[in-house]
């Protein structure tokens, strides 16, 4: 790299240069709504299917208003979302620690990694029996589920990013004052592997957000999981369609959290 | 640039040898028993060919690895770990990614406690020294190469160690740059006068730098001479007296290379599926 080219190649700074740059990057995801419905709605047309099988897209949206505006959608969506973040966040408490531990200590790897293994490859979706059984059809038992789903994300990657680490940094950090453990992690291993850590996080919150309506579609009497099983149950389609756009939704907005954060503190680069 | 405020120590060298067990549990000599003096405010560099234990020896001297037998010390202090005294460059850079230049140079200022105005001003005085207090909020991937050594020789400085340690620093650069960086450290060390143990493959670059020149053998390691290089700053690599320190060089390297290449022909006619 030359230091001409170093100098060149900044992002636009301006706020409407900012703004033109994410309405760009929105666009695609409204094509993509825009044709989901076009099809949908000339599928009602051509077929003319009953309302309890497919609902056309008008029918739906009023539906979706209706549901918000009663409560019952916005209160299902915070069911849903509260437990996929508690259960999130226990299993980042856990698995993040246990990551940088595994990482770092090859002893403590090798006893653990064939644990992981073994467990990694069972779904979520599988341990629903036994979470019934051991924690109830409560919150214990679909938080329990979404913590299986996202456990192994965040330890995986927070080993990767560990154990990437460049050698030659940990040298230099220790020959300019972090000469015990503690300071070395604080200041050269965890900046180091955080932005691995971040992906991590990231990609675990989309496989519990997955796993949650399978939890709430088993056993739930709330949540989105719940407004689409009960859907099914009484049906209303439209409650099964508002419920699966909602996901859908929902799941590309925690998305775009995440990138915003991993955009300010990831230092591999653009 | 004002005169640091350590002064520069001799560094001891007693018996300091380094012994592993490699994958297919031989003992290798990485580092025979080894004797030397680098005076306060020498620059001293290691040649030698690779595996002659010229990094072990230089790790060991930072604290990074622990020796087999023998001992080093600065001034008084027995070398037993990484001190902040002791700064050190290393060949990739080794800077840290998620800093920019600026927290790059401040990282040991902080480490060592400095309130954070104090650090600023003298991680900018060391970046200035680089001639790169225009680039403090880059990041390091934003840089050249011989931009990046140079912030990491400023980050090296700025500690004010008694003695740096190099190890080919320089090795990754294009020629124009190597020869650049060579003269501005020259010029650094000139005004500085701390102790520089340098560890290089080029002949030309370590008679251009060096008081004295230590010249290591491979398998096992050891040193095989030590050659005085008492020629004037700046040196021109065509005069006679720099030719004829280089034949010198030349001549002892010849020696150990056309024997450890030996010893390489007769390992693989030993055992022709080796490797």
């Not at chain 1, 309890?52 to 209160?75: C, D, H, K, M």
């Not at chain 1, 969506?77 to 980042?92: G, I, K, P, T």
């Not at chain 2, 290089?200 to 095989?224: C, F, N, Q, W």
Request: glycine share 8%.
């Amino acid at each position: 790299m030359t230091d001409a080219h170093a100098l060149a190649g900044r992002k636009p700074r301006s706020f409407a240069g900012r703004l033109r740059s994410r309405l760009a990057r929105l666009l695609p995801y409204l094509y993509a709504a825009i044709g989901v419905v076009a099809v949908w709605w000339a599928v009602v047309l051509v077929f003319k299917p009953h309302m309890s099988l497919l609902p056309s897209p008008w029918l739906t949206a009023q539906t979706f208003v209706q549901l918000i505006a009663n409560g019952e959608l916005p209160r299902d969506a915070a069911y849903s979302v509260c437990r996929v973040l508690a259960a999130w966040v226990l299993s980042a408490l856990i698995a993040v620690p246990l990551g940088f531990a595994m990482g770092r200590w090859q002893r403590l790897e090798r006893v653990l990694d064939p644990v992981v293994e073994l467990f990694r490859p069972i779904s979520p979706l599988a341990w629903i029996p036994l979470a019934i059984l051991w924690f109830g059809i409560d919150e214990g038992g679909k938080i329990f589920v979404i913590f299986i789903g996202t456990f192994f994300p965040i330890l995986l990657n927070t080993i990767a990013g560990t154990k990437s680490i460049d050698p030659v940094l940990i040298r230099a950090g220790r020959i300019l004052g972090c000469t015990d453990d503690a300071s070395l992690f604080r200041k050269v291993v965890l900046p180091a592997s955080l932005p691995q850590v971040i992906v991590g996080l990231r990609i675990s919150f989309g496989t519990g957000w997955a796993s949650i309506i399978a939890a709430e579609l088993v056993a739930a009497r709330s949540g989105l999981g719940y407004l689409i099983s009960n859907g099914m149950e009484v049906l209303r389609s439209d409650f099964v369609l508002v419920g699966m756009v909602t996901i859908g939704a929902l799941g590309v907005l925690f998305d775009g959290v995440f990138r915003w954060v991993d955009a300010r503190y990831n230092w591999i680069g653009e | 640039m004002t005169a640091s405020a350590s002064t520069a120590k001799p560094l001891t060298v007693r018996g300091l040898a380094k012994q592993y067990v490699s994958a297919d549990g031989r003992v290798v000599d990485a580092l025979l028993p080894t004797d030397l003096d680098i005076a306060p405010g020498e620059f001293l560099v290691v040649v030698g060919p690779s595996g002659c234990g010229k990094s072990t020896l230089l790790n060991i001297l930072a604290g990074l690895t622990t020796p087999s037998a023998g001992e080093a010390r600065v001034g008084d202090v027995l070398v037993q770990g990484p001190d902040i005294d002791r700064g050190m460059v290393f060949q990739d850079y080794a800077l840290f990614p998620w800093l920019d230049v600026l927290g790059n140079v401040e990282f040991g200022l902080e480490r060592m406690g400095m309130p954070r105005r104090e650090r600023r001003e003298t991680a900018m005085r060391y970046l200035a020294m680089v001639g790169l207090a225009d680039f403090a909020d880059k990041r390091p991937r934003e840089l050249s190469g011989g931009m990046k050594q140079r912030v990491a020789i400023a980050r090296a400085y700025a500690t004010d160690p008694s003695i740096i340690f190099m190890d080919e620093p320089f090795g990754a650069l294009d020629a124009l740059t190597r020869r650049h960086l060579q003269h501005e450290l020259l010029d650094i060390w000139q005004r500085h006068r701390k102790t520089v143990v340098f560890i290089t493959h080029s002949v030309v670059e370590a008679i251009y730098l060096a008081d004295r020149i230590v010249l290591m053998t491979a398998r096992p390691g050891r040193i095989k001479s030590v050659i005085p290089v008492k020629l004037a700053h700046p040196r021109d690599a065509t005069s006679d007296d720099f030719r004829s320190i280089e034949r010198q060089v030349y001549r002892d390297l010849d020696e150990e290379l056309a024997k450890s290449f030996r010893m390489e022909g007769h390992a693989a006619s030993a055992a022709p599926a080796a490797d």
